[in-house]
């Protein structure tokens, strides 16, 4: 496919670079010289030096008979204007960032008007990822699945949990509800386990079940099942804004600190039932002062990495039993991880994800199409959902006479609202909805699952 991205932030950086590998033909404007350099040097892709609303501009870069144009640039109003000139140049799909409440609401009433294919708010989609992980504070990360009847939970298996050192085919009498541990991340190691696998203290397990049954499971696995009833949140930038509505939703008590009083007057004024309250949450005194050693979550979301995590690192030290960080630059993960910060959210790799997704839904044309698309165990191994569709080469035939991909476990089907966890005999019929867990990267098409 041929894809112009405008805007060569963070976002639309990370966006090039796995289009790119995917192997689609990317195109990137930007007005800033430095940004498109980098680009230049670090990617094979071809870059422009320019402004994404200039009509000229934007055929050289070839949208007139692009398949798709993402403006990712900082500003709303650019990326609604530089799409809504992509379609009358002849772009097939477009998608826009859209940051700000104000805007957010009216974009997605109006999306159709603008002749928007998608638009995405990174902020809002890390605020969601939030509450779904304070749902469940042993977890480091939560997805969603068939419309929320299927959860793929990663946490990290305690000394204590009483899976250690049995094979998981033996693990079927401990749990009184349908799981399934469907990756495994052991120091870099990756691995797709088999009922032959035996978990060890420290692995990164990620299991699929209900929603109904998780708390259930993590009593069993010796972890807390403790709701989270109060949370601190240290920054009150548009994450904490989308955050506190729905953390309050949750009946979760919320507390927020920010340095700027304009700033906590908006937020005081929009959220009456939080507490906002105006004070520097990286110093150690005032976060002792507003009470964060006594909450049971802590969300460290200002505008500094290095805030983020010290302010985590002081929560983790009072023992606060959860703590989520806002970082920007991803690669920090793996020292973060080491320096005992297990939860981290970064806002334009979790919006990378979702346009990705839309992106390998286009695509689909063998099998089924795609619906949703997770990156899981640190964004080594994808979760994907499929529709069954009526020329998928698998389909009415038992699993265990499939030839499978390596490395890929098909996790869940479910059929007219019926969860199913697979065995050998069980088979994939036209409009299931099929998970699948996979370490192979790029699948858009639910043929890919099989074997060449």
Do not use: W
């Amino acid at each position: 496919m041929k894809i112009v991205i405008v805007g060569n932030g963070k976002l639309g950086f990370s966006l090039a670079e796995r289009l790119s590998d995917e192997g689609h033909d990317i195109v990137i404007i930007d007005n800033n010289e430095t940004v498109i350099s980098m680009a230049r040097n670090s990617l094979d892709v071809s870059c422009i030096h320019g402004n994404g609303l200039s009509q000229e501009v934007q055929t050289q870069a070839g949208v007139p008979t692009a398949d798709l144009m993402i403006a990712v640039t900082s500003t709303d109003e650019q990326n609604i204007l530089c799409c809504l000139l992509a379609k009358k140049l002849g772009a097939k799909h477009s998608i826009a960032r859209v940051r700000e409440p104000d805007y957010a609401k009216s974009v997605m009433t109006l999306r159709d008007e603008l002749n928007l294919s998608l638009a995405i708010n990174p902020e809002k989609e890390a605020a969601t990822d939030i509450s779904r992980i304070l749902r469940f504070p042993s977890a480091m990360k939560v997805d969603f699945f068939a419309k929320g009847r299927i959860e793929i939970v990663e946490l990290k298996l305690p000394a204590d949990s009483p899976i250690i050192g049995h094979p998981l085919s033996k693990l079927s009498g401990l749990f009184k509800a349908q799981i399934l541990i469907c990756a495994v991340q052991r120091g870099d190691d990756v691995i797709i386990p088999n009922g032959d696998f035996v978990p060890q203290e420290g692995d990164r397990i990620s299991l699929t079940a209900a929603p109904n049954d998780i708390s259930q499971l993590f009593r069993t696995l010796g972890l807390t099942s403790t709701k989270t009833r109060t949370a601190m949140i240290v920054g009150g930038g548009k994450i904490a804004y989308y955050l506190i509505r729905e953390l309050l939703e949750a009946g979760i008590r919320v507390k927020v600190l920010d340095m700027d009083p304009k700033r906590c007057e908006l937020l005081a004024e929009r959220y009456p039932k939080a507490t906002v309250l105006c004070g520097d949450g990286s110093d150690r005194e005032t976060l002792k002062d507003e009470g964060a050693e006594e909450v049971d979550a802590l969300v460290a979301l200002t505008g500094l990495d290095e805030e983020n995590v010290v302010i985590s690192m002081y929560a983790g030290a009072c023992n606060v039993p959860k703590v989520i960080t806002k970082v920007n630059h991803i690669s920090f993960g793996e020292v973060l991880s080491k320096a005992g910060i297990e939860c981290v959210i970064t806002p334009h790799t979790i919006a990378a994800d979702r346009i990705v997704r839309y992106v390998r839904a286009m695509q689909s044309s063998s099998g089924g199409s795609m619906l949703a698309l997770s990156k899981i165990v640190g964004g080594k191994v994808e979760a994907i959902e499929f529709r069954v569709n009526d020329d998928f080469k698998g389909k009415d035939l038992p699993l265990k006479n499939l030839r499978l991909q390596k490395n890929l476990l098909i996790v869940s089907i479910v059929r007219a609202g019926k969860i199913i966890y697979p065995t050998g005999d069980d088979v994939i019929r036209t409009d299931d909805r099929v998970i699948v867990v996979t370490t192979v990267a790029g699948m858009d098409e639910l043929n890919d699952i099989l074997a060449k």
